[in-house]
């Protein structure tokens, strides 16, 4: 069991939803119930992103924001679908708190503002 906790930046589908930090403490389990189904990760640098696994699959919506976000760190290619949710890697490819850099991005380009 993972006991650790780690801030997520969490981009909902729905481009209504707000954009969010948030404490994940049961990797597998909550990396589950945010994406809706089986996890899988998109790995870039310091940083990497999980989707739902079967997101195309089953139709879910297009993450226009996730995939601009994507876009902006050099990750083009990619349509995400569903939430996706950015975390750190540690050194040895454990996770990790999401990376400064990418909080700013989020800022910067999907006007994502920090709770207060």
């Known amino acids: ?15 209504t939803d707000p954009l969010r930090l948030e404490r994940l403490e049961d990797l597998p389990r909550d990396l589950e119930q945010l994406v809706g189904g089986p996890a899988e990760g998109i790995i870039r640098g310091d940083w990497h992103v999980y989707v739902n696994a079967e997101g195309h699959a089953s139709g879910l919506l ?47 380009h999907l006007g994502f503002a920090r709770a207060a």
């Open 62 to 108: 297009p993450n226009l924001r996730a995939t601009q976000l994507l876009s902006e760190c050099g990750a083009d290619g990619h349509l995400v679908r569903g939430t996706a949710v950015f975390l750190g890697r540690g050194r040895h490819w454990e996770e990790a708190d999401v990376p400064e850099h990418l909080v700013r991005l989020a800022e910067q």
């Open 1 to 15: 069991m993972n006991t650790a906790n780690y801030t997520a930046l969490i981009i909902p589908a729905n481009s």
